[in-house]
């Protein structure tokens, strides 16, 4: 199964860039990579996605290395809102259907 | 749109009873997921459903029933609770296809004593 590594937690300065690191080198050529992240008691919720390139939306940045065995999530100014879980996922090809394949996150801690 | 909706919030359950846990969306998806959350860690796919009538298992079925008989209903029933049951279990949908994202309700939690 495709698995994502991911440090357990960071720490950052409110206002100050973040940059969330994901390893993922069993990935295959037709996994995309999934950026959700998880509030205090709320379900997950979808930041960003990507297949080769770097990404951009108004939440976040995707940045895919070449090899496409790692990315990193870049949240450009961190608030005290986006104090949250992170989890990097593959969308992998699994008996037929694409399906999510969870690990357990980066807690990130935004710092007043 | 309310999106994706779950009910109830809480509930307490004895070992050997059973409940169904209910879930709605009415955004037209053909896909809906049945996950559970144990304290600390990710979410881990009980059963899936990629259309009405269409159910298969994910990493963690046993104990756990599904069925699908219109789009916007995936009820997951549990048969038997256990107390390795306790978890939080959540529901998303999404559309079909390999770059769509899921939308995830707020979430069941639930104690089995």
């Known amino acids: 199964d495709a698995k994502t590594t991911q440090p357990n937690s960071m720490e950052s300065n409110e206002e100050e860039p973040v940059h969330l690191p994901c390893n993922h080198s069993?990935?295959?050529?037709?996994?995309?990579i999934h950026w959700y992240r998880q509030l205090p008691s709320q379900g997950p919720e979808y930041v960003i996605h990507?297949?080769?390139s770097n990404v951009n939306n108004r939440m976040a940045s995707l940045a895919i290395a070449e090899d496409r065995k790692s990315s990193t999530l870049i949240l450009h100014r961190a608030t005290l809102r986006d104090a949250a879980v992170y989890y990097c996922?593959?969308?992998?090809?699994?008996?037929?259907?694409?399906?999510?394949?969870f690990g357990t996150g980066t807690r990130l801690k935004v710092l007043a | 749109n309310a999106g994706v909706t779950q009910t109830p919030k809480f509930r307490i359950l004895k070992i050997g009873q059973s409940m169904t846990l209910q879930c709605t969306q009415d955004?037209?998806?053909?896909?809906m997921y049945w996950y559970r959350q144990d304290p600390g860690m990710g979410l881990k796919l009980i059963y899936y459903?990629?259309?009405?009538?269409?159910?298969d298992k994910g990493e963690v079925p046993n104990g756990y029933n599904v069925s699908r008989s219109t789009t916007e209903d995936f009820p997951l029933r549990l048969e038997l609770a256990a107390p390795s049951q306790t978890s939080v279990y959540f529901c998303?949908?999404?559309?079909?296809?390999?770059?769509?994202?899921?939308?995830f309700g707020p979430g069941t939690r639930l104690l089995v004593l």
């Open positions: 459903s990629v259309g009405a009538g269409i159910t």
């Open positions: 998303a949908s999404s559309y079909s296809g390999r770059k769509e994202t899921q939308y």
């Open positions: 069993t990935i295959s050529g037709t996994d995309y």
């Open positions: 955004m037209n998806h053909n896909y």
């Open positions: 996922i593959l969308r992998a090809l699994t008996s037929g259907t694409y399906k999510y394949i």
């Open positions: 990507g297949l080769t």
